[in-house]
């Protein structure tokens, strides 16, 4: 209880900080929005009532405060750009990144469990030599080059799956999952190969362990000595690993959200920035960051909850 | 009574691929009859216990047979599936390592509990745990409930090792196989064990099959023993009479390597432990033993002996004393030299993490007001148990930590040097033997200096050219020594400088400490856990317990008598060859 306030505190400290240095650092890029909306023809001014318009005419600290203050209750402010407010933009876009996200770690925890707790136990044998050739490849490539390679697959040759778009989930479920496939696919196996040669090295070491020679000798057999008692602790160093992979997933959605035309928080991020719509940027920067820090500190108490050497401090 | 033997084991061997580990290992071993399994590093006595269960690594290979009564298939060669039924049922494993030897994501009593259920002796969850709280009350834990629901890390070495005799004893098993199940253990807690397993083991009629390297504790716990030496076994027979009247050369040479009592000089074996490969044919002792010769080419059988033993040997000793006792070489009397370092009051705290933000901070006292004087040509030894302080004084002294209070002062022109427990970890893997011993001179290093350091440590000089790796333990603890040396300290520190070498070893090491700071008038300051080594190394001794000095003197009136009641302790729990052979004789 005292770990999860605790835990709470620095992840708002860290908040703080981090809109703090989002917001300096797109205040001092070149490129007034008002500028920028009124193009290279405007008057002196109109640029200047645009600017009071906007805000951009106060002193940064207030400009800060008054956006800080939004973001608490939920407010992105409104886009220079498109004049509406950002706020539900971005909820809608997060939600269908974290689907993504989500999906992604799914297929690669399903990917690398079974494959990471095999080759670790093949490791002698030609098997797992192969698996462990395969996760090396797997890493090799990049996400977006396994996506294309899917839709070729799955949605060109054998049309099964569509090649890109997305449906809301409360509009049609089946249709929601179908377009989901592909893009989690893609994501899931490159993180799944990675995940798989932590697995491994992880299962490999506990496999060397005393505790497990004591699991035999007490008259587990080799496989349920592994699975009772070598998987808890393979689990504590590997959590760490899924952390930032979650968090990874979670920024670099963008490459595979471009190719399957689903439309994620990282396509509303690129649409802002070549927009020049810096209110949009700063707002998808900072739900991003919190997203990580959340899933950091969430990463940390299971940490805790697997690892009593950690509990008792 | 003499009924069928509870385990027979026949021609038992090991092997790694091509190359052989154990070689032809027979014995047997009857209900309640404790045997000990004698050998260096590298004997085979650790893998031979391993082979018996099945629970050798995976690149590793057993032949022979082994029989357990009431077991319908030979142990060597059944499968993962039969022997996991004799696991833990029939025949209960004690491990060396209490710290890792347990789950550490699982409390101890469940942990416990398992064993019991995996076998049937009790199904429901409650009742296995009530009975694992039973057992560990059995095995003296206090409050065994609680230590029952602690996990791993929150239990001292001995508490956890007292989880793991849980764990093999849980099903009431004829057999218990322990192996080195106190090597990690301080020696008041390794009497406590020792004094479980045997009590235990008689009141239960368990027959124990207990792997060491520490003869004087395999006598005070076993009724025979097998002595096993490169991978097979070369000697057998009643224990008393195997360690007072060896047999085997190899047995008499360990016998005199391990004896540090008064008046005693431990003999080391001339070469090491030879590698798995590299055996000699014919008898696997021959390039070592003084008595070889012709005949050795040949390897002899292992034959029964007049008085009950088995040895292979082709010129058996007969004497009946183990070895004319050598006499410790001659010193001159060595004048208590000038003082080379004074320490007033040393006190060393740590702070423990905070518990809440802002809250002080607790401290934990690791050494509490500690003084001494070093002076030129005198040996001190530091004697203690774990948390006793003897490690931080000796690294405030060195000058590698600073003290909270107190100080340190050494006399003009006074250099300290440390030679360190872990031969292998000390010295860096990718320096050559030459650059380790000529990095502290800095620019002064010549060839010929290295070479003069070599000799002083009894290494050939051709070891300078080499890189550690290269070296056994004994010889690279040697290379620490000799470039500790060096630079011509006046005082050398040693923290547990044996404890990590084989026996055979071990006596040249002490020997090297010993000349070197005789004939240099060094002063020399030793911290062990070790009371057989510091008795024999040293001329006065300091014994810590819990950051203070309870006790300190000439080594020879604190052993003859003890004045404060630990120090009794702490002799009486250190086992001594021939004061301690088990009561259970031949």
């Known amino acids: ?313 | 009574m003499t009924t069928a033997p509870l385990l027979e084991v026949t021609g038992l061997g090991v092997d790694a691929g091509a190359v052989p580990l154990v070689r032809d290992v027979s014995f047997s071993l009857a209900r309640g009859e404790r045997l000990g399994v004698i050998g260096e590093s590298g004997s085979g006595k650790t893998l031979t216990a391993l082979a018996l269960l099945g629970l050798l690594d995976d690149g590793l290979r057993a032949t022979g047979s082994a029989r357990l009564d009431g077991v319908p298939f030979d142990l060597v060669g059944a499968s993962d599936r039969d022997l996991s039924t004799v696991r833990g049922r029939l025949a209960g494993m004690v491990f060396q390592e209490p710290m890792t030897a347990l789950n550490p994501v699982m409390r101890v009593g469940p942990q416990i509990a398992e064993t019991l259920r995996l076998h049937g002796t009790r199904t429901e969850r409650a009742a296995a745990r009530a009975t694992a709280v039973d057992l560990l009350d059995r095995l003296r834990l206090p409050d065994p409930a609680r230590a029952a629901r602690a996990h791993p890390h929150q239990l001292s070495g001995g508490q956890r090792q007292r989880g793991v005799l849980g764990i093999a004893l849980a099903n009431d098993p004829a057999l218990l196989i322990c192996d080195e199940p106190t090597t990690a253990l301080d020696v008041t807690v390794q009497k406590d064990i020792v004094d479980l397993i045997t009590g235990l083991s008689a009141e239960r009629d368990t027959a124990v099959l207990y792997i060491s390297h520490d003869l004087a504790l395999v006598a005070s716990v076993c009724h025979r023993v097998l002595v096993m030496y490169g991978g097979r076994i070369v000697e057998s027979g009643p224990v008393r009479q195997v360690l007072s009247r060896p047999a085997h050369p190899y047995t008499e040479a360990l016998l005199a390597a391990c004896d540090l009592s008064p008046g005693a000089r431990p003999k080391a074996i001339p070469g090491t432990v030879p590698a798995p490969g590299a055996l000699p044919e014919g008898c696997v002792f021959r390039d070592r033993c003084a008595y070889a010769d012709d005949a050795c080419a040949v390897r002899p059988e292992r034959v029964a002996d007049a008085s009950g033993g088995t040895v292979a040997c082709w010129h058996p000793r007969t004497g009946a004393a183990a070895t004319e006792a050598t006499p410790p070489p001659v010193e001159a009397p060595r004048e208590a030299g000038r003082v080379l370092l004074t320490a007033r009051k040393l006190t060393r705290r740590y702070a423990r993490p905070r518990t809440r933000p802002f809250a002080p901070r607790a401290h934990f006292t690791a050494l509490e007001e500690v003084g001494l004087e070093l002076r030129a040509g005198r040996r001190l030894g530091v004697v203690g148990e774990s948390g006793s302080g003897k490690t931080t004084l000796l690294r405030l002294l060195a000058g590698l930590d600073r003290p909270t209070a107190g100080t340190v002062e050494t006399a003009d022109g006074v250099g300290l040097q440390v030679v360190f427990q872990d031969p292998m970890g000390s010295l860096d893997p990718r320096m050559r033997v030459r650059d380790i011993v000529a990095e502290p001179l800095r620019g002064a290093a010549s060839p010929g200096r290295v070479a003069e350091l070599l000799t002083a440590v009894g290494l050939p000089a051709d070891a300078a050219a080499r890189y550690p790796h290269q070296f056994s333990g004994g010889q690279r603890q040697r290379i620490a020594i000799a470039r500790a040396l060096a630079p011509k300290p006046s005082v050398l520190f040693a923290d547990e400088p044996v404890s990590a070498l084989d026996v055979s070893v071990r006596a040249q090491i002490l020997d090297v400490l010993r000349g070197v700071t005789g004939e240099r008038g060094m002063g020399l300051c030793v911290v062990s856990h070790d009371l057989g080594v510091i008795r024999y190394l040293c001329d006065d001794v300091m014994v810590m317990r819990g950051g203070r000095v309870v006790e300190r003197g000439p080594v020879a009136d604190v052993w003859s008598a003890p004045q404060h009641p630990y120090t009794e302790q702490l002799l009486n729990a250190v086992p001594v060859l021939g004061r301690s052979f088990s009561g259970k004789g031949s």
């Not at chain 1, 996200?101 to 707790?117: Q, S």
């Not at chain 1, 977006?144 to 409360?170: D, H, K, M, Q, S």
């Not at chain 1, 998808?284 to 690892?307: E, F, P, Q, S």
């Open chain 1, 1 to 313: 209880m005292r770990l999860l306030l605790r835990k709470l505190a620095s992840l708002l400290t860290s908040a703080v900080i981090a809109s703090f240095v989002v917001f300096a650092f797109l205040a001092v890029l070149p490129g007034d929005p008002a500028e920028v909306a009124l193009g290279t023809n405007a008057t002196p001014d109109a640029v200047a009532a645009l600017r009071h318009e906007f805000g951009t005419d106060r002193p940064l600290v207030t400009q800060y405060l008054d956006w800080a203050q939004g973001l608490l209750h939920g407010d992105f402010g409104t886009s220079y750009v498109t004049h509406d407010l950002i706020g539900p933009r971005i909820t809608d876009r997060f939600g269908v990144t974290c689907w993504l996200a989500l999906g992604g770690m799914l297929v690669a925890v399903l990917l690398a469990l079974p494959a990471g707790v095999l080759a670790a136990a093949w490791h002698r044998k030609a098997a797992g030599a192969l698996l462990s050739a395969l996760s090396q490849a797997g890493i090799a490539i990049p996400a977006f080059l396994a996506g294309i390679l899917l839709v070729y697959v799955f949605a060109v040759r054998a049309g099964a799956l569509p090649a890109g778009g997305y449906t809301p989930l409360a509009e049609d479920p089946g249709e929601w999952a179908r377009h989901l496939v592909l893009p989690c696919l893609s994501l899931g196996l490159v993180q799944g190969a990675v995940l798989t040669r932590y697995v491994r090295s992880a299962v490999l070491t506990v496999l060397h362990q005393d505790f497990l020679r004591t699991a035999r000798a007490k008259g587990r057999r080799r496989r349920a000595a592994l699975w009772r008692h070598g998987l808890p602790n393979a689990a504590v160093p590997v959590l760490t690993v899924l952390g930032l992979q979650l968090s990874t997933l979670l920024v670099g959605a963008v490459v595979v959200e471009r190719v399957f035309v689903v439309p994620g928080l990282g396509d509303l991020l690129l649409q802002g920035v070549a927009d020049r719509d810096l209110l949009l940027v700063q707002g998808v920067v900072i739900v991003l960051v919190v997203a990580v820090l959340v899933v950091n500190v969430v990463t940390d108490l299971l940490y805790h909850l697997l690892d009593p050497r950690l509990r008792s401090r």
